[in-house]
């Protein structure tokens, strides 16, 4: 991870100017959560000039050299600053380096957090840590708590006001003699009852040198005898830590146990500690498999030689609270419609330091699922064959199957987790953000959980290793080992469905390749004018067609030959991460779609220098842009470094819809008209245009425009005029209502190619659209200002031929220029 934001100059102010006003425009979070989750540290320069108003740079922010002087400290002081804000910019600063042992730092990520926490000392001096948010209130504890003093720490409890349960881990860290050798052993006892769950109490620790976490004990009382519970516990390379856990399970109160030990083909050197395990207990059975499977395989093997009414599961390092067992059968006993239940947890390290930074509160605890083993084997099988992410997809699975009130999450905390030291190359979790493979993982099973749902799937998983999957899974999950997959084109983009334009030129520029018998991949990079709190699932046409083995969907870290990179946008690149790519790239290219700014100076979208820069980092070879249309050509001149321009354009592909040939032309009073586009004001003229363009006798249909009519025309939308959110309908479902197709919009705005236009004219509609639009369109759309449209559209109708020709015009113009045949052909010809 970088730790420092690099000085580049190709960062002009309007730019993040025009980025800031789309982030003050959603709430605070979403800016933050977007960076974190995206990886971006280039995200970290608009997060400064948001705090800051534009009046620091990110460069003298996070200059390593003067951070936390006095100098420093009073540059910051000295101007108009958003504290909250600023307190974002440390809470991202600090977590894009997380890691789980704070104390035990890669110097990357020291430096991250020393800059953070110089941040937040800012904030505390100018008297406004109680602007700060509660999260960022209390990363600065956990930043304090690792790398400051006890007084510190002691002094900003009492400042920010924090409820006593939110700070007490950190008060319980300060008295942990193992972290600062002047705290007392009596003191942090006390600690440790003020800082437990009431579920977990009493808990206390045995005597003894042995490490701490392995000393964790609480009074067990045995119950009367009750229904067998077979408890799963994986093991790969255990050490001692494993005894300590079978304990735990051995001094449950419920003592009618079935303790499955699958030893995941450790190496020699650690069958003594399984030996041990062994003849700890007659319940305990040990399972050895001869090569290394994976958790859930071998959860898989056990759940086959299970015997319990019950099932559950116990991570090897963990520690289970005694009535746990107790109380999760007694919570399936009680409720005959749930089939499983699961409990939460607290998470420490063996020096029982319960601090983590931005991580706070319990936790749902993924190895306690306790599922009834008869009724959920019978209908659903075993786990997903994967190497992570399984005990997820099948308490889901069983929602998906028996109704979402089958799996009760319940708020007890009966565990204490071990956390340990994880590195940024291999963790796949930090607060905010979780590694792609992760998040496809559960957006394909979701999909199928609901086609589960909806009766189209079946949720059994019948086999241990099945040949076929029910979902894709990404190569970082999937049990088969990694293989370089060799694709002729992947395809770069925002996949996330949010209804514009560039959504469904990406999709019709792959299945068009995927139809010329090309090896297509589709890849995600987050746009950030689009700003969400999580991720949002990607397009369900492009799932689709991975799930239906069309396309490959291809993650930046993922092994690959590729033939051909296409970025769809230079937006896309200016705030992507930094990294390089695990593919093997001959060719990039980039589709530019959009102008980096408009003709006035607005709307500052990318850098197109920097954004080159960017692909080169990314991919490994400097890309060649090509525009969709002569506008963004002449947007990109002198922009980009010399021979990087393509000599051609490259329109995106346009479908041809159904022939309307032999379709009646209906009466004047009765021809529909209409318009889609995005619901943003640029995307429509001024308000006087807007009602003369569309004063037609008979219904006029706008798809995405409630907002932005609405936001022209007040009260004043007339009573024939249908307005449509975005997503309501599909594109062609909607152009298949009407008659006419009248797209007129901003003289100020620049429109890169106005693919609604073509979507039109390959629908068989009359287009009428601006005069500017013809070096586009040629003769496939009629043209006309505001003022004529109207007469415009009433003289085609008079002549029903010329209505005619003007149809099959626009469709020949769709195929010559836009049709997939020819941009497929085009497109391949670059090299």
Request: with cysteine; net charge negative; aromatic share 8%.
């Amino acid at each position: 991870m970088q730790n420092h934001i690099p000085v580049d100059e190709a960062w002009p102010r309007s730019l993040l100017d025009d980025h800031a006003d789309l982030a003050r425009a959603v709430p605070q979070r979403r800016l933050e959560r977007t960076v974190l989750r995206t990886e971006s540290t280039a995200g970290r320069r608009l997060m400064v000039h948001l705090a800051t108003g534009g009046q620091l740079s990110a460069a003298e922010v996070f200059d390593p050299v003067s951070c936390g002087t006095e100098e420093w400290a009073e540059r910051i002081l000295a101007v108009d600053v958003d504290w909250r804000a600023l307190g974002g910019v440390a809470y991202v600063t600090a977590l894009q380096g997380a890691i789980v042992e704070d104390r035990d730092l890669a110097d990357s990520v020291r430096e991250d957090r020393r800059l953070a926490l110089a941040l937040f000392d800012v904030i505390r001096r100018s008297g406004e840590l109680g602007r700060l948010t509660r999260a960022q209130g209390l990363l600065y504890l956990d930043l304090l708590t690792t790398m400051g003093t006890r007084a510190q720490v002691e002094s900003v409890i009492e400042e920010s006001r924090l409820e006593s349960e939110a700070v007490a881990a950190h008060r319980l860290d300060l008295a942990n003699p193992l972290l600062h050798p002047e705290s007392t052993w009596p003191e942090w006892l006390d600690r440790l009852e003020e800082f437990v769950p009431a579920d977990l109490k009493p808990l206390s620790i045995l005597p003894g040198d042995g490490v701490l976490f392995d000393r964790l004990w609480s009074p067990s009382r045995p119950r009367p005898a009750g229904p067998l519970v077979t408890v799963v516990v994986s093991v790969y390379n255990p050490g001692v830590h494993l005894l300590s856990a079978i304990d735990s399970l051995l001094r449950q109160s419920h003592q009618e146990l079935e303790i499955i030990v699958v030893d995941d083909g450790s190496p020699e050197d650690c069958q003594d500690v399984l030996q041990q395990v062994a003849v700890r207990d007659p319940r305990i059975r040990l399972v050895r498999l001869p090569v290394n499977a994976g958790t859930y395989r071998c959860r898989n093997y056990a759940i086959g030689l299970a015997r319990g009414t019950y099932v559950t599961f116990h991570d090897d390092d963990d520690w289970a609270h005694p009535e746990r067992i107790a109380y999760q059968v007694a919570g399936l006993e009680g409720a005959p419609d749930v089939v499983a239940n699961l409990t939460r947890c607290i998470r420490a390290t063996e020096h029982l330091s319960f601090i983590r930074a931005g991580y706070h509160g319990t936790r749902l605890n993924a190895s306690s699922l306790m599922f009834d083993r008869r009724r959920v084997t019978a209908r659903m099988g075993f786990f997903d064959a994967v190497r992570k992410g399984g005990d997820s997809e099948y308490a889901m699975r069983i929602a998906a199957t028996f109704g979402p009130e089958s799996v009760l999450a319940d708020p007890a905390v009966m565990a204490v987790v071990r956390v340990g030291q994880e590195s940024l190359s291999t963790g796949d979790f930090r607060p905010g953000w979780r590694h792609a493979s992760r998040w496809s993982y559960r957006f394909f099973f979701e999909r199928y959980h609901e086609r589960i749902r909806t009766g189209s799937a079946s949720p059994l998983i019948a086999s241990m290793d099945p040949v076929e999957r029910s979902h894709p899974a990404p190569q970082a999950i999937a049990y088969k080992p990694a293989r370089t997959r060799h694709l002729d084109v992947v395809v770069v983009g925002d996949w996330r469905d949010w209804g514009g334009a560039r959504n469904r030129s990406m999709l019709a520029e792959v299945e068009a390749l995927v139809d010329a018998g090309l090896r297509v991949g589709i890849t995600h990079l987050e746009l950030f004018r689009l700003l969400y709190d999580k991720e949002v699932t990607p397009a369900s046409a492009a799932l689709e067609l991975v799930e239906q083995g069309k396309v490959e969907w291809l993650l930046l870290d993922e092994p690959a030959d590729v033939q051909r990179v296409r970025v769809w946008g230079g937006d896309v690149l200016q705030f992507a991460p930094l990294r390089r790519s695990a593919w093997d790239v001959e060719q990039v290219e980039v589709v530019a779609n959009t102008t980096p700014v408009e003709l006035d100076g607005r709307d500052h979208r990318h850098v197109p220098a920097y954004c080159a820069a960017a692909a080169e980092t990314l991919f490994g070879r400097r890309a060649t842009w090509f525009p969709v249309s002569p506008v963004v050509r002449r947007s990109l001149d002198g922009l980009l470094p010399q021979g990087e321009m393509s000599t051609s354009d490259l329109p995106p592909v346009v479908a041809l819809g159904p022939d309307r040939e032999g379709r009646d032309l209906p009466a004047w009073a009765e021809l529909v008209v209409g318009r889609h586009s995005a619901d943003v004001l640029s995307k429509f003229p001024a308000a006087s245009e807007l009602l003369q363009a569309y004063a037609f006798p008979g219904p006029v249909r706008m798809l995405g425009a409630t907002r932005s009519v609405r936001s022209l025309l007040g009260e004043a939308v007339p009573d024939h005029w249908s307005l449509v959110e975005t997503g309501s309908i599909e594109v062609e479902d909607f152009l298949a209502g009407l008659d006419v197709f009248v797209y007129l919009d901003d003289d100020d705005a620049t429109e890169a190619f106005a693919r609604p236009v073509a979507e039109a004219m390959a629908a068989g509609l009359l287009v009428v659209t601006a005069p500017r639009f013809r070096e586009l369109y040629g003769p496939g759309a009629v043209y006309a200002d505001s003022t004529d449209v109207v007469a415009t559209v009433q003289r085609m109708h008079d002549d029903p031929a010329a209505w005619a020709a003007q149809r099959d015009a626009s469709r020949r113009v769709v195929e010559e220029r836009f049709g997939a045949a020819a941009v497929v052909a085009a497109s391949l010809a670059t090299a």
